[in-house]
């Protein structure tokens, strides 16, 4: 079916660029929103997997709206809300090194004037073998809150997290639409 099809977006793509990038687009969309169910499956893996274990929570999303559960210490410099445990920077945690399992910085990146600072202090405060979900948004709009810096892709996720070992790095919408995207990336803590 390729074969057929590929003269024809030739074709078309001299003819109409606008059509042929649309449908390129559109065709780049079903690929990601296939990967939607499987990202969320993977996170609530992920999750159950943190249970009864130390874990670190970067942000919390007003959507979620609380802790991912009680083992799980709150991070964010500048919310207030009653269930934020400390309003540390992400770029000084003032914890001590090798004390979580887990970490999960979800929309929190793109805020952030120094991201690999920030890995880096992540990955201090995790102990070997220690889980990580990095996920911060592609497709979205400006959000200066307090600043917006960064949109990444897959494969810039996996250099700024190049001292972990990948398990899962890919795209993904929020919502039911193919406007907002998100990227993400799940791995552990290098062991040696």
């Given amino acids: ?35 939607v169910n499987s990202r969320e499956q993977l996170f609530d893996n992920f999750l159950e997997l943190c249970e009864g274990n130390k874990c670190l929570q970067i942000g919390v999303k007003e959507n979620i709206g609380k802790k991912f559960g009680s083992n799980w210490v709150s991070v964010d410099k500048y919310d207030k809300r009653d269930f934020i445990d400390y309003n540390y920077d992400i770029h000084d945690l ?19 004037p120094d991201p690999q600072k920030a890995i880096s202090e ?37 250099i700024w997290l190049k001292d972990f070992d990948e398990i899962a790095c890919g795209s993904d919408f929020w919502g039911n639409t193919p406007i907002v995207a998100a990227t993400y990336f799940h791995g552990t803590k290098k062991t040696s």
Avoid at 5 to 21: A, D, G, M, N, V
Avoid at 94 to 112: G, P, Q, R
């Fill in 1 to 35: 079916m390729k074969k057929l099809l590929k003269p024809i977006y030739s074709k078309l793509e001299k003819i109409s660029p606008s059509l042929y990038f649309f449908l390129q687009y559109k065709n780049a969309a079903k690929k990601i929103q296939d990967e």
């Fill in 94 to 112: 003032k914890f001590e090194n090798e004390s979580f399992d887990a970490a999960v910085c979800w929309s929190i990146l793109e805020h952030v």
């Fill in 122 to 158: 992540l990955y201090r405060i995790l102990k070997p073998g220690g889980k990580i979900w990095v996920q911060l948004p592609f497709l979205y709009p400006f959000h200066e809150e307090p600043k917006d810096y960064w949109r990444v892709t897959p494969d810039g996720l996996r």
